[in-house]
């Protein structure tokens, strides 16, 4: 018997209390995967309102896995199933728009624009309509990005038309101004500028909206969490210790205004040689992934520092489009695939 099916026929025999149905047949385990050196990971998926028996599971089973001798470590997630958000009149959606989502990192430099794209970009090639609204007042990257250098047109002389790149519709406020000319703006004015391009620009039907914030915890990020209904946000970190504890910051912001957390997303998470396809941990790759699962949260992908992703970031044609076949557009593509399911799963 292989160790994966050892492993299932042990969760086989943890009964869930509320259901008194075991744990695999429930579907409460979720995502198994078993390495070829004995680690095991998994998603417990319980119940909100159940979160102490979902622990009681998570110690047995880490205690019943840990005594197979072909195991070398158990590593469990606790996730708590989607809870439909309650009505808050305050926030509100934009017509047309299915998904709203947020892309955020506690600090800068960690390649959060770079993903936003590509993640926009892979869900474009999912069929889907997807635009892509860039929150940075003060450093907007989406234009470079992206290759685009016009600004909107009007017809009404009230709202915006989005650029068009790359099969996304677009909005900066890069579109508007010099990439060199600072934006020496105090918030009242950021959080007008942001709303103005959400809510008054002609972004038409689209399946999802992804929102590239600029870093930390400020004005746009604020006014977003309470007035704008959102699917969800993901926080794109680097492994290093300090950039995983500004991404904590960014993550609990989220949870604070009832904002659900699609998960984290490690980013230059090991460095791949050009030439000999060699790989180097740089930053000691998986501190996302450890963080991700202490706190019972997804973690979405792990994606390489690769001269390919740098070199076509700053040509403004993104990995997805560009080589599309690429293993780090690739990544991108699955991680696409997986926000999708993520927003589309029925919820309770």
Same mark, same amino acid.
């Given at each position: 018997?292989?160790?994966?099916?050892?492993?299932?026929?042990?969760?086989?025999?943890?009964?869930?209390?509320?259901?008194? +149905?075991?744990?695999?047949?429930?579907?409460?385990?979720?995502?198994?995967?078993?390495?070829?050196?004995?680690?095991?990971? !998994?998603?417990?998926?319980?119940?909100?309102?159940?979160?102490?028996?979902?622990?009681?599971?998570?110690?047995?089973?880490?205690?019943?896995?840990?005594?197979?001798?072909?195991?070398?470590?158990?590593?469990?997630?606790?996730?708590?199933?989607?809870?439909?958000?309650?009505?808050?009149?305050?926030?509100?959606?934009?017509?047309?728009?299915?998904?709203?989502?947020? %892309?955020?990192?506690?600090?800068?430099? +960690?390649?959060?624009?770079? &993903?936003?794209?590509?993640?926009?970009?892979?869900?474009?090639?999912?069929?889907?309509?997807?635009?892509?609204?860039?929150?940075? +007042?003060?450093?907007?990257?989406?234009?470079?990005?992206?290759? %685009?250098?016009?600004?909107?047109?009007?017809?009404?002389?009230?709202?915006?038309?989005?650029?068009?790149?790359?099969?996304?519709? @677009?909005?900066?406020?890069? !579109?508007?101004?010099?990439?060199?000319?600072?934006?020496?703006?105090?918030?009242?004015?950021?959080?007008?500028?942001?709303?103005?391009?959400?809510?008054?620009?002609?972004?038409?039907?689209?399946?999802?909206?992804?929102?590239?914030?600029?870093?930390?915890?400020?004005?746009?990020?604020?006014?977003?969490?309470? &007035? %704008?209904?959102?699917?969800?946000?993901?926080?794109?970190?680097?492994?290093?210790?300090?950039?995983?504890?500004?991404?904590?910051?960014?993550?609990?912001?989220?949870?604070?205004?009832?904002?659900?957390?699609?998960?984290?997303?490690?980013?230059?998470?090991? !460095?791949? @040689?050009?030439?000999?396809?060699?790989? @180097?941990?740089?930053?000691?790759?998986?501190? %996302?992934?450890?963080?991700?699962?202490?706190?019972?949260?997804?973690?979405?992908?792990?994606?390489?520092?690769?001269?390919?992703?740098?070199?076509?970031?700053?040509?403004?044609?993104?990995?997805?489009?560009?080589?599309?076949?690429?293993?780090?557009?690739?990544?991108?593509?699955?991680?696409?695939?997986?926000?999708?399911?993520?927003?589309?799963?029925?919820?309770?």
């Amino acid at each position: 018997m292989s160790l994966e099916s050892q492993i299932i026929s042990i969760l086989k025999t943890i009964v869930d209390p509320l259901s008194k +149905v075991d744990i695999v047949t429930k579907d409460i385990v979720q995502g198994l995967q078993v390495t070829k050196d004995g680690r095991v990971s !998994f998603i417990l998926d319980i119940n909100a309102e159940y979160m102490n028996d979902g622990l009681a599971l998570k110690e047995k089973a880490e205690s019943l896995l840990s005594e197979l001798p072909e195991v070398s470590s158990v590593h469990i997630a606790l996730t708590a199933q989607r809870q439909q958000p309650a009505h808050n009149p305050s926030k509100q959606g934009i017509p047309g728009i299915k998904h709203i989502i947020a %892309v955020a990192s506690g600090k800068g430099g +960690v390649g959060k624009s770079t &993903t936003a794209v590509n993640l926009a970009c892979g869900l474009n090639s999912l069929g889907l309509k997807v635009g892509i609204l860039d929150a940075d +007042v003060y450093g907007p990257s989406i234009p470079r990005l992206l290759g %685009v250098n016009q600004r909107p047109t009007s017809d009404d002389g009230k709202t915006m038309n989005p650029i068009a790149a790359h099969g996304l519709k @677009c909005m900066s406020m890069g !579109f508007m101004m010099d990439e060199t000319t600072a934006a020496i703006w105090r918030g009242p004015m950021v959080q007008s500028a942001f709303n103005q391009m959400l809510r008054q620009v002609n972004w038409g039907e689209l399946d999802v909206l992804v929102i590239d914030l600029p870093p930390g915890t400020g004005d746009v990020q604020l006014t977003l969490a309470q &007035t %704008v209904l959102l699917s969800g946000a993901i926080i794109v970190s680097t492994p290093q210790d300090l950039a995983l504890i500004d991404a904590r910051r960014g993550l609990e912001m989220f949870v604070k205004v009832n904002i659900p957390v699609l998960g984290l997303i490690e980013n230059m998470s090991y !460095f791949l @040689c050009p030439h000999c396809n060699s790989r @180097c941990d740089i930053f000691e790759h998986g501190g %996302v992934r450890k963080q991700a699962l202490s706190m019972g949260i997804p973690l979405l992908a792990e994606i390489p520092l690769h001269m390919s992703i740098r070199e076509t970031s700053e040509k403004g044609t993104p990995i997805v489009n560009q080589t599309p076949s690429s293993s780090e557009a690739l990544l991108y593509k699955e991680l696409a695939k997986t926000v999708w399911n993520n927003l589309t799963a029925p919820s309770i």
